[in-house]
């Protein structure tokens, strides 16, 4: 036989929420604590997808002299402003350039030197013909010759020093997520080390005395650990640096230590709500700030938030798509932010018709997953919060705003997809 | 002075393209050589983005007990089925189930058991009465007692053996990119070790004596290497695993060394044309087989690929615009397929306006930056194949067709975005 209950004026009695928080009110909440970390210094090759910090402006010129554009022959263009097809110039080839090395003389009249793609315009010369428009003479006494039967305007085929970046140009600016070729302009000019916003340290607290660690065999009455791999799923997609601290039992002593753990942002799954196993939210109130505690919504309205000495805490229900759904109305939300990226869901957006009805009620939010029938969107399991595999299912979700009753079938909604 | 010009009949005599693949024929070649790589197991926590190799089945009932779906109690639905408010009924409290226990006696005619949500069922109880619904009575010489006024219909918040997943269902289908919520649902059915598409091994082989390392101060008439950092990024981007084989010199050798580096994928960049330096082109037909080499399109017409002992081999021209189209038509289009994703192109895709014309050709496919103005889409530098910060500067980009002889201002066209 258990224990006798617990007196009424228990810390770990039963408690009904006694007042939920709108979505809005939360949301509202939790951007006045929403500010973007330090930067910190990688190498350009580790900065795909990160964050950039600061302006980068250009030391240099990029190039930082005059190149050809084409192989072919580097020349004076005074020197064929006559040629034509019935009296042809003809040149000496004093030599060749290549890519990375200087050609050691100058482009004198009547000479000219072969030019590979992107090696320096000799001195003297201030065109290149392409090859395809010369004729290679043979090689007398004085050494080859080529012969061209038109003229070339000064300038054709030379890239000019600076053309790609100029020195004291801004390149790419503050706060944007760096692409594959923003990589390759940074590499360019000179830069070893890219200011990038930190990531945040999230430190995920999953507990749940029924709880096996991930990938266990479930055995008797205890379940494996599903949110702790999801949650770390979702950190890294939103820029965040998970750490686990396992399963962390339901003891109220366990998961106050770990709620001061270092990170930035703690995000703790399950024993969210008030019933008697329920501790972290009386354990953030009393270390800390409870802010948020019951948000109108569906799933997820066990929900809690709240600041503990500069840290960031989120209470996400332990059943697995409150948990998720938490995840990305509140926690990603914040992670996002604090790494210097929008705010804003990264799941693609679409406008659909549904196939069923959504039911919702005014004043409370629904996350329902949809899947794509036939004839539009259906929702799947709309009661089941604890069903993960509505959510594996589903090729998305519809949010039914606050104002609204619930959507019609024939309604058009905006979705948001999954992949 | 250089060497003199070399013999016509030398191997790296100036040569032009004898005739240019179109973009439609060197796709149709490069799929015949696609396939699907083969899989190994990762665990959970690292399968976020992976393909999934192999159905998945569920070996277990999960949850693998009936639990409750609410806080509250734990009882028989027929010793309520009379209560009302005038006559309520009363129960006697026989102790607690926690999630992760096994209530050690049966629920018995007049009794009933306080439960958390996600507790087993206790043996003899088949309905759960929510917490808010109940009176809890003073707890008299017998224990505590609670009282109801309203019945509740049998398996009433009782989650069924099964509901989420059930043993012997279909969990994921095999190619799936496996989602966060994916992760959870993996480890909750025992799954350890999950079976995904490897990665393809990718070299990148970056040629040029011009080329300082990435991040290098560009002096005098070298530059730094761009498109080492801007491949890596694109392979880790399409779920490849690049190593990089640094700077390789303009060197026959070194580059017929290089392409029998132990990958799936070679990229090349640089020296991928018909110019006196342009070895791959004639290593990779002399050592493999070189299936296409000059391709209409621009810009990337120098690009070259085909196959060296198994390994695809991609010659990626060496201006960074270039390198990155040439990447995308063709060398990511392999990349995600060995790693088993769709061939299509990971950016965003929409339909906008052009502002100005985009000129193109019949027989040419061309790949146009273009930035989003106030009266639409503008291109960016067509003719710049080197200048990498048209890619920066781009939103995105449009593809003319081959069969299209350009756009005109105010045609609506598709765009793909970067972001």
């Known amino acids: ?41 990688v190498s350009p090759a580790a900065a795909g997808g990160r964050v950039l910090a600061r302006d980068m402006v250009s030391g240099y010129d990029v190039p930082g002299f005059e190149r050809a554009m084409m192989d072919g022959f580097a020349l004076r263009a005074d020197d064929i402003a006559h040629a034509s097809h019935t009296s042809p110039a003809v040149l000496r ?58 003229p070339i305007a000064r300038g054709k085929h030379v890239g000019r020093r600076g053309e790609d970046l100029q020195r004291g140009s801004l390149v790419l600016e503050a706060g944007r997520r760096l692409r594959p070729q923003d990589l390759g302009v940074l590499s360019s000019i000179g830069i070893e080390h890219v200011p990038v916003v930190e990531r945040p340290r999230v430190r995920l607290v999953v507990t749940g005395n029924e709880l096996l660690p991930a990938g266990a065999p479930p055995t008797g009455v205890r379940i494996a650990d599903a949110n702790g791999p999801m949650l770390a799923a979702l950190v890294a997609r939103d820029g965040g640096l998970a750490v686990s601290s396992g399963i962390v039992p339901d003891d109220p002593e366990a998961i106050a230590e770990a709620l001061r753990a270092d990170a930035d942002v703690i995000l703790v799954s399950g024993g969210s709500s008030v019933g008697g196993e329920d501790h972290a939210p009386l354990l953030l109130a009393r270390d800390g ?120 079938a024939g309604d058009t909604v905006d979705v948001w997809w999954y992949d």
């Open 1 to 41: 036989m258990s224990d006798p209950l617990p007196p009424p004026d228990s810390d770990v009695r039963m408690r009904g929420f006694s007042r939920r928080a709108s979505v809005a009110a939360a949301l509202r909440w939790l951007d006045t604590q929403l500010f973007t970390l330090d930067s910190e210094a």
């Open 93 to 150: 080839v004093l030599g060749d350039v290549y890519p990375g090395r200087e050609f050691a003389g100058e482009v004198t009249a009547g000479g000219c030197v072969r030019i590979m793609t992107g090696a320096p315009l000799p001195p003297g010369a201030d065109a290149v013909v392409p090859v395809e428009r010369v004729a290679i003479g043979d090689a007398g006494a004085d050494g080859p010759t080529i012969r061209l039967d038109e």
């Open 289 to 408: 700030e409870l802010a948020v505690h019951g948000v109108a919504m569906r799933p997820a309205s066990p929900t809690g938030m709240g600041t503990l000495d500069g840290r960031l805490v989120f209470l996400l229900p332990g059943n697995p798509v409150s948990c998720l759904c938490a995840y990305d109305f509140f926690a990603g939300r914040a992670i996002r932010v604090l790494g210097g990226r929008p705010a804003d869901w990264p799941y693609r957006r679409g406008q659909e018709t549904l196939a069923q009805p959504i039911a919702s009620m005014v004043g409370r939010v629904d996350y329902a997953r949809v899947r794509v029938g036939s004839n539009g969107l259906e929702p799947l399991g709309v009661a089941g919060a604890s069903l993960l595999s509505t959510t594996t299912r589903a090729a998305g979700f519809v949010v039914v705003p606050e104002e609204c009753p619930g959507y019609q």
